[in-house]
């Protein structure tokens, strides 16, 4: 733990609040979605702590994030019990129960959050984390009907920040026990119209330019150009290759070729896995 604010505001999470909001814009830009941040969680199974360091793109809310950590009492956790939580919330969107939500509010003036946790080895988890400066629950609808849109961003952000999250998770800097929270994670269950954005297919533009990012087989980032892209899509849907190249007005056998690359980039071995791969990144 930093000894000071000052010393904490001369540090490189604190400096990065910058690239990270430059790197989050299309997400306010497009989606009004004020705040992002990733929270990596270290499991230190002999001092029975949870050590964590977070990216935010906020070094206003990150100066609140440092004042709890520092006069907010912590307790000690069953981490057997948390890490069973995490693999029951892993690769879901979840928001915060009405307590935590309360919690938020009163403590960082932040609203409508939306937690996704993804695990990377046996002992360390990231979390990343959409919120809102707005109580307007039109958010939480947009939550529920657009995870596609979230999942892109998500790795959108993974290949943008690469550089940040490699020093990030190189020198943990917050070390004490999980902070103390009321209640756990719950579902998002929200009753009512979804908010209707008009920027959906300019925030994909955006994010995903001239190529598309994917995750392959072994969870890699990997870029796949867009013509390769729009036959693996077609594909995830049931069509042939012949279709596919009526469809597209390329051969069959440029399908095929694409297919075969794209196994390759993908390091799968058969159509079987392809598909499965497909299927796993919501295509």
């Not at 403590?107 to 990343?128: A, D, G, Q, S």
Request: aromatic content about 14%.
């Amino acid at each position: 733990m930093f000894e000071s604010k000052k010393e904490f505001q001369k540090s490189f999470l604190y400096q990065s609040c910058n690239d990270m909001a430059e790197i989050c814009k299309p997400l306010k830009n497009h989606f009004d979605i004020d705040y992002f941040a990733v929270q990596f969680e270290f499991i230190n199974w002999e001092t029975n702590k949870i050590e964590n360091v977070s990216l935010w793109n906020s070094s206003t809310k990150f100066d609140i994030f440092y004042d709890y950590y520092k006069n907010i009492g912590n307790y000690k956790i069953d981490i057997t019990t948390t890490l069973k939580q995490y693999h029951s919330y892993h690769s879901k969107f979840l928001v915060d129960t009405p307590e935590v939500a309360a919690f938020a509010q009163k403590n960082y003036n932040i609203f409508n959050t939306l937690r996704k946790t993804e695990k990377i080895n046996n002992e360390e988890w990231v979390r990343y984390c959409f919120a809102t400066s707005s109580n307007n629950p039109k958010y939480l609808n947009f939550y529920l009907n657009n995870q596609d849109l979230l999942n892109k961003f998500i790795l959108y952000f993974k290949d943008r920040a690469a550089p940040l999250i490699k020093k990030a998770r190189s020198g943990p800097a917050f070390t004490e026990e999980m902070t103390k929270q009321p209640g756990n994670n719950a579902r998002v269950n929200v009753v009512g119209a979804t908010q209707n954005f008009d920027s959906r297919s300019e925030f994909i533009k955006v994010i995903e330019s001239k190529h598309q990012r994917i995750l392959n087989k072994n969870g890699k980032i990997v870029s796949v150009p867009n013509a390769e892209m729009e036959c693996l899509k077609l594909l995830a849907r049931g069509r042939s290759a012949k279709e596919i190249a009526n469809l597209l007005n390329i051969s069959p056998r440029t399908v095929e070729s694409n297919f075969t690359i794209s196994k390759q980039r993908l390091q799968c071995f058969s159509r079987k896995d392809l598909l499965d791969i497909l299927e796993k990144n919501n295509l």
